[in-house]
Nanobody, 124 residues
Framework: QVQLEESGGGSVQAGGSLRLSCAASGLTYSNYWMGWFRQAPGKEREGVAA????????NVADSVKGRFTISQDNAKNTVYLQMNSLKPEDTAMYYC?????????????????WGQGTQVTVSS
């Protein structure tokens, strides 16, 4: 079965950086969307960034544009989220998700499989 495993979360001070990784296994399709989402307590899940592994198409939320970068390593079936200039409002549980197709890559409803999440905490 499809499994997604996130890693790289932690606690940093504002202005710091973290790199999240999402390793996928059990995928039966060769190309897919991989999205990063986050959810803070009491808030809705928010799409952060997404990448289509077949063509490198990217979608990045305005709230993180210029600070977060999504990239892929197809040989490792791994997608990364490089987060720079972190702010306290970036504090959330970060999830990766995958789908062979979604018309709106930053909307969670389009994704079939989800990881367990990794916590990111940014202190001021």
């Amino acid at each position: 079965q499809v499994q997604l495993e996130e890693s790289g979360g932690g606690s940093v001070q504002a202005g710091g950086s973290l790199r999240l990784s999402c390793a996928a296994s059990g995928l039966t399709y060769s190309n897919y969307w991989m999205g990063w989402f986050r959810q803070a307590p009491g808030k809705e899940r928010e799409g952060v960034a997404a990448i289509y592994t077949g063509g490198g198409w990217l979608n990045v939320a305005d709230s993180v544009k210029g600070r977060f970068t999504i990239s892929q390593d197809n040989a490792k079936n791994t997608v990364y989220l490089q987060m720079n200039s972190l702010k306290p409002e970036d504090t959330a549980m970060y999830y990766c998700a995958t789908s062979p197709y979604t018309p709106r890559p930053l909307v969670s409803m389009g994704y079939n499989y989800w990881g367990q999440g990794t916590q990111v905490t940014v202190s001021s």
